[in-house]
């Protein structure tokens, strides 16, 4: 009996692709697309094996392919992220452990982070505060950024602060970067030259309609009251009293950031723009928030 033709990346690629677009995969926690996911699965499973020399005509060993089958039908089945499959998302160019306790990330404030929050920042920064951490990626890769900067990692939820554990460790920050369970600012000590946050905005009625893939992610890192503002607007409150003078607050609130500005016109936000697509960041010194409070 002639041994079975083994099949090729490109082969399982193309197969794979095909059977996500069939299925009417939604794409938004890592890629934006059928292919792009089929090259993510395929390349991180192939790595974890020991290959490095990844390309088109490498033929798939049958346990790789089984493997790779099994977690295609799991991702097929339940509409389950693949970062949640694979344990792993990447973020400002590094991987970070992932599970359903904590959101996928896929915050546009990696952009910022990157470019060492120019222009917004004249100098690095001394403390940062990642308010509403989750996993604790925007924090950490803050961390990465900044090699001499103190990091606090805050969370109400316990079980998310257990992945930002992993992820310190993983990243052998100990030394500079802390996890702290709070509800917002009320547990946190100290002030910051930086606070970023990507806080829970969107609305219930939003919600409901979301594709599967969101209704995986823990909804405490997702839904806020109010519309969607409830939690926003409570940052906006306390970040002026955890802020150092010439502070900067980062906040992220997605499509709800309209709303946000009609709810505060006392605010004079800067909305960013993002090369590689995000909406609903903006950026507010401690100096304007000081100015809207009431004598």
């Known amino acids: ?3 079975q033709q083994r099949i090729s990346a490109q082969q ?9 677009e069939e299925a009417g995969l ?10 792009d996911e089929a090259c993510w699965l395929l390349e991180t499973l192939l790595k974890r094996d020991g290959v490095q020399d990844i390309h ?8 790789l392919v089984a493997q790779a089958d099994a977690m295609l039908a ?17 973020f400002c160019g590094v991987p970070f452990y992932v599970d359903e306790r904590v959101l996928v990330p896929r915050s546009p404030i990696a952009e910022l982070i ?3 929050f120019a222009p917004l920042l ?4 001394r403390r940062v505060l990642d308010l509403c951490a989750g996993g604790g990626c925007i924090g950490i890769a803050c961390a990465l950024a900044f090699e001499e900067a103190e990091v606090v990692l805050s969370d109400i939820s316990p079980e998310a602060l257990e992945v930002a554990r992993m992820n310190v460790a993983r990243f052998a920050l100990q030394n500079r970067v802390q996890v702290l369970q709070s509800d917002l600012c009320a547990a946190v000590p100290g002030r910051f030259d930086l606070i970023v946050s990507n806080p829970p905005y969107v609305a219930q009625d939003e919600y409901d309609t979301l594709p599967g893939e969101f209704k995986r992610e823990p909804v405490l890192g997702l839904v806020s009251a109010r519309e969607g ?7 906006l409150d306390q970040a002026v009293d955890k802020l150092d003078p010439g502070g900067m607050l980062v906040l992220e609130t997605g499509a709800t950031w309209e709303l946000l500005a009609a709810t505060r016109p006392d605010l004079p936000f800067l909305w960013l723009e993002f090369e590689n697509g995000g909406e609903g960041v903006c950026a507010l010194t401690r100096e304007q928030l000081l100015a809207t409070l009431p004598p």
């Open 1 to 3: 009996m002639e041994p």
């Open 12 to 20: 399982y690629l193309e197969r794979s692709a095909a059977r996500m």
């Open 26 to 35: 939604f794409f938004g926690h890592g890629t934006d697309n059928a292919w």
């Open 56 to 63: 088109p005509d490498l033929p798939l060993s049958p346990a």
């Open 74 to 90: 799991q991702r097929l089945s339940t509409r389950t992220p693949l970062a949640y499959l694979l344990r792993e998302a990447w």
């Open 114 to 116: 990157q470019a060492g």
């Open 122 to 125: 004249q100098q690095a920064p």
């Open 229 to 235: 503002l409830a939690i926003p607007l409570r940052i």
